[in-house]
């Protein structure tokens, strides 16, 4: 029987500049900048990659940052359906003196009162309630404790690789740590997850108990373009710390840092980092899913040739002045053997650009392209051998 050697055959593919988009997945740039943070790192939302890490994967104390597991604990209930926000949930005597006397932030919560689930979220996201946190860990796990165990695993399967949780406010407990890449994940999720109760963290004021508190995110108060979101925290070993995020075009930015030595260098580094982050990147589209990318020759199939499909919408971030010596390469070993089934992975897309990792991805046969007989492969087999053709 005549086989062929299959030989890996790469193909340059040019792109004009109205095209230059692109996808990655959390790819890191080189591009950088210096933060006084101690911790922090600069997300894009689409595409995931990290435009910025300083100590990311590092365990920190994230203060009332980690807040936003106890809020996505909450809003997972109610897109489930097991809780709604007007459901009541009652103001322990545990709850009320847990908090009563220390000095962090309370949604000021009447001992023994019920209290609407909608009104509690508000108390945590706005007014950083920690009141607000064990009453509504109490109403979901039956106690701060249970509900701490069940953000730790949770926040395992949402991506947060290094998180544990000792409580539902962030108020410091040994052992309640997270890193600011974990913070980074569970952002993005809550926006990725609950797009119908995210706009509540850009709410600027709320009022309970006739008590009114502003939110503690400086990004919203300060007129920056897009901003909505997400937590500030602090405690004495943690420094202050930020968790922001804004979107501008279809762009979404998410920051996050610790250690910040005051409020006002908080504020002003998240919104030096967010200006950065949109002023020196941006997202490129290069193909949709189902985008037929180039053929691929087929030895002894019905057809001569397959077409090579990307199998999901390909968008990468990159720095704006590296966007226009972007190279994207195919790569696969041929001709393929026939049969050739529609779906299969037979190659790759790699991209790459100055200041950015190589990305490769995924390329698949976009039709299938049947074996040749019996009389059609002898037939090829022997113009092969007196021509060396591949027909």
Not at 283 to 305: I, P, Q, R, S
Request: glycine letters at 8%.
């Amino acid at each position: 029987m005549l086989t062929m050697s299959p030989t890996l055959l790469s193909r340059p593919l040019l792109f004009g500049a109205a095209l230059l988009l692109a996808w990655a997945p959390v790819a890191r740039a080189t591009e950088t900048i210096e933060t006084a943070a101690k911790q922090a790192v600069v997300i894009d939302f689409n595409t995931g990659a990290v435009l910025l890490e300083k100590n990311a994967d590092d365990l920190m104390t994230p203060s009332s940052m980690s807040k936003l597991m106890t809020v996505y604990m909450v809003f997972s209930r109610l897109k489930d359906g097991s809780l709604k926000m007007t459901d009541q949930l009652p103001v322990t005597e545990t709850a009320w003196k847990k908090h009563y006397k220390t000095e962090g932030s309370l949604m000021f919560l009447p001992v023994h009162s019920m209290v609407r689930v909608e009104d509690l979220l508000r108390g945590v996201i706005i007014q950083s309630g920690n009141d607000a946190c064990s009453v509504l860990a109490e109403g979901l796990a039956g106690s701060e404790e249970a509900f701490a165990e069940q953000e730790t695993r949770k926040s395992r399967e949402i991506g947060l690789t290094k998180s544990t949780f000792r409580n539902a406010s962030g108020w410091p407990e040994k052992g309640h740590q997270m890193t600011a890449h974990d913070l980074g994940v569970l952002a993005r999720r809550l926006i990725m997850d609950f797009p119908e109760y995210y706009p509540i963290f850009g709410e600027k004021t709320f009022t309970f108990n006739n008590i009114k508190q502003d939110n503690r995110n400086p990004l919203i108060w300060e007129n920056i373009p897009g901003a909505d979101g997400l937590k500030t925290g602090h405690t004495e070993d943690g420094g202050f710390g930020e968790v922001g995020s804004a979107i501008r075009d279809g762009r979404r930015v998410i920051v996050v840092m610790n250690g910040m030595t005051s409020i006002k260098q908080r504020a002003e580094e998240s919104q030096r980092l967010i200006e950065w982050a949109f002023r020196e990147f941006d997202d490129y589209h290069l193909f949709k899913a189902g985008d037929v990318v180039t053929d691929a020759d087929v030895w002894l199939g019905l057809d001569k040739t397959v077409p090579l499909a990307v199998p999901q919408d390909l968008t990468i971030t990159l720095p704006r002045t590296a966007r226009h010596e972007m190279k994207v390469t195919v790569n696969y070993t041929g001709p393929l053997p026939a049969p050739v089934k529609k779906g299969t992975q037979v190659g790759t897309l790699v991209i790459t650009a100055p200041g950015m990792p190589a990305t490769e991805l995924p390329l698949v046969a976009a039709a299938d392209v049947g074996k040749l007989g019996f009389v059609g492969r002898i037939g090829t087999a022997v113009k092969h051998l007196l021509w060396g053709s591949k027909e």
